[in-house]
């Protein structure tokens, strides 16, 4: 049973986030409406309470507060642009993966057409939206994200990034990017080690033990990194270039790509060659930064 003193949500794009989405809110007591591309994926959460819309229109026309958990940016283009003008006077929470000039774009358009626009970011999986594992990260409208910021909890614990609507998504990239290393760099273990017969399921405890040391690290290497203070760390550029060229040894000799670690190789040789072997390994941060044209 809703509650009328609660803002009505809808929820566009029911797909494997929107679906757990839409549910937390009938969960939570939220009068909600939903839409979805392919009308039969809304068939569960209507038998859940949610009413069903025919149309998108029709479903922000609903809500004072839509959330769009759609594929992608051109998904969101081609949902609401035909439909810009029912968007004034609501909330639009746009949670699609896209860039941070795209969520600027979004926003100008949406504000052109009336609504407030905050944009987000969803770390999470479909198991973890309205749990603690998860978290959101928005960026955009302050008065929207102070204004519905309860209503954001109801999916995961959410983060604001300030004003620019792109702060969100550079954010949520380079989070992707931390874990795309780490989970590249565990695949590509588990391949060397399948070939002396140790399955990729008994490695992962013991990698998930590593990582979870790994995490603990990263307190000291951002303190090296944000001072740039890179002398008489533990473990230099050269202790790392010796274990990262062991690796790479192994796997040519193993019959694996090499192609994950070149890259590396190659900044811990570059930083050895102008004269910081003995430098923390955090250093290679002074070869990744972004630099003024001048100096590139
Ligand atoms: N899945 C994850 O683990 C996860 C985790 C964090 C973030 N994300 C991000 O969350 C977003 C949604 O991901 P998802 O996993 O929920 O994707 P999904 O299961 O593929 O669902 C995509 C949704 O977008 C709709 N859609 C796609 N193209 C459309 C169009 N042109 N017009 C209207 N609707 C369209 C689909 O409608 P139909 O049902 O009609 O196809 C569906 O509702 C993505 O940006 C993704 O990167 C996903």
Redesign the pocket.
Known sequence: MSDRTKPHVTVL??????APIASAFLVAGYPVTVW???AA?ADALVAQGAVRAATAAEAVTAGSLVIA????H??VR??LDPIASVLRGRTLVN????TPDHARDLAAWATGHGADYLDG??????ETVATPDGFFLYSGSRRAFTTYRRELEVMAPAHYFGADPGAAEIHDLALLGTGYAALTGFLHAAALLDTVGTSPEVFAPLAARWLHGMAGFLPELAGEAGRAAYAGGTSTVDLNRAGVDSLIQLSRASGITTDVHEPLKALLDGRSADGHGQDSFSSVFELLRARAPEQQ
């Open positions: 794009g029911l797909g494997r986030m929107g979805n591309r392919t994926k958990p759609l594929l992608d051109a998904a081609q949902a949670l699609a993966n896209s970011a969803m770390l999470a999986l479909p």
